[in-house]
C-alpha cells in the first residue's frame, strides 16, 4: 500500500488573477503561496505559461520564477512548462541558465508543446505556431544540446551552456509519454484539468523508457487539483471558482477567476456536470481525512514518484490553508 507521506508534494501555480484583482496583486500572492510551500516542506513550485488570458499573469514565466527564487532560499522553482513552440531554443536556455546561475541546483524546466494560441497570438508571437508544433522533438534535442553541450552546434548559449537544470516532458496525451521516455526524461502528467489518457499515458512511459545521462529510471509526476477544509461544503465552495473558470474556458468565455458561489455544480446543466465529473478524477476536495485518501487513492492508482497540487482559490490565503491542513493531515497519518 502506498504511504502518501512518503511521496514529495509540489505546487503548480496559474499566478490567478481575480475578478477586482490585478495582475500585480496576483504575483505577489504567487509569492506568498511559494513561501507558504517551503515553509510546509514541499519539493517544487512550477509557474505554467499562458498568453492573452486576462485571468493568468504568468505568461513571461521565467521573469517571474526568477522573482519566486528571490523570495525563496530552498524550494525548486520550474516551468510547468514552458510551451516550446512558442520560444527558440536558444532563447529558453538563456533563460534558464540565467536562473540556474541566480538560483543554483533549483531549476527545473518543464516543456510542453501545445502552444495554445489562435491566430491572434501567432501574429504576436511572430511564429508559425503549427509548423512550430511539429518540430518540438527537435526543439527539446537542440534545447537540450544547448544546456549540456554539443560539440556540432556552431553557437554556445552563455548563459546557458552547463546549466544545472531539471529538465522536464509535460503532457496529457500519449505524444509527450512517448517522447519522455525516448529522451529518457522524467514525465509530469496533467491530470488536474485533462485526465482521460492518464492510466494509458503512463503505462506508454514506463514500459518504452530508455535510460539516458540524466535518468536512468523511469519518473513520473502526477498533477491534481486540492482543495481542503475543515468541512466537505467549505471545499466545495472554495473549489467552485476553479470550476466556474474551466467551464468558461470550455464554453469560450474565459475570464479572470470569479469569487465562489454556493452548490455551483447543482446549478449547471447536466452536460457541464458530467465535463466536471471527468476533471475531478484527479482532484482531492473535502476535510484533511478527505483529501488524503483521495490522494492516496490516485497515487495508488498511478504509483506516482511525485504530486504536484494545482487548485486556483478566489482568496489567496484559503489556498495556502487548504495546503496547511492537507500537508497537516499527511504528516499526522505518518506519524
Not at 474565459?254 to 452548490?263: A, F, S
Request: charged share 20%; hydrophobic share 45%; proline share 6%.
Amino acid at each position: 500500500m502506498t504511504d502518501i507521506a512518503d511521496i514529495p508534494l509540489s505546487i503548480l501555480d496559474l499566478v490567478s488573477v481575480r475578478e477586482g484583482g490585478t495582475v500585480a496583486e496576483a504575483l505577489e500572492n504567487g509569492i506568498a503561496l511559494a513561501q507558504a510551500a517551503e515553509r510546509l516542506g514541499l519539493k517544487r513550485f512550477w509557474v505554467a505559461e499562458h498568453h492573452a488570458m486576462e485571468g493568468i499573469a504568468g505568461g513571461a514565466t521565467s521573469v517571474v520564477l526568477s522573482r519566486i527564487g528571490a523570495a525563496t532560499s530552498t524550494i525548486r522553482i520550474g516551468s510547468g512548462g514552458i510551451m516550446l513552440p512558442n520560444h527558440t531554443p536558444f532563447q529558453i536556455a538563456e533563460q534558464f541558465g540565467t536562473l540556474d546561475a541566480l538560483y543554483p541546483g533549483r531549476v527545473d524546466l518543464g516543456l510542453g508543446r501545445a502552444p495554445g494560441a489562435g491566430p491572434e497570438l501567432q501574429r504576436a508571437l511572430r511564429k508559425d505556431l503549427h509548423h512550430a508544433a511539429e518540430m518540438f522533438p527537435q526543439d527539446v534535442a537542440e534545447l537540450r544540446a544547448l544546456l549540456t553541450g554539443e560539440p556540432r552546434l556552431p553557437i554556445a548559449a552563455t548563459p546557458g551552456l552547463g546549466a544545472n537544470v531539471e529538465m522536464w516532458m509535460l503532457g496529457s496525451s500519449l505524444f509527450g509519454a512517448q517522447l519522455a521516455a525516448r529522451l529518457g526524461l522524467p514525465y509530469a502528467f496533467a491530470a488536474h484539468f485533462a485526465p482521460t489518457h492518464l492510466d494509458e499515458a503512463l503505462e506508454v512511459y514506463r514500459s518504452r523508457f530508455e535510460p539516458s545521462a540524466a535518468l536512468e529510471e523511469p519518473h513520473v509526476m502526477v498533477a491534481m487539483n486540492l482543495f481542503c477544509a475543515e468541512t466537505t461544503e467549505k471545499a466545495e465552495l472554495l473549489a467552485s471558482s476553479q470550476l466556474q473558470s474551466f467551464v468558461r474556458l470550455r464554453t469560450g468565455t474565459p475570464g479572470k477567476l470569479p469569487p465562489p458561489v454556493e452548490n455551483y455544480r447543482d446549478s449547471l446543466p447536466l452536460q457541464a456536470q458530467a465535463m466536471l465529473r471527468q476533471i475531478s478524477v484527479a482532484s482531492a476536495t473535502g476535510t484533511p481525512d478527505e483529501v488524503r485518501r483521495q490522494m492516496t487513492a490516485l497515487a495508488e492508482r498511478t504509483q506516482a514518484d511525485e504530486l504536484i497540487l494545482a487548485g486556483a482559490t478566489f482568496d489567496p490565503a484559503a489556498r495556502i490553508h487548504s495546503l496547511e491542513l492537507a500537508v497537516g493531515a499527511l504528516t499526522a497519518e505518518h506519524a
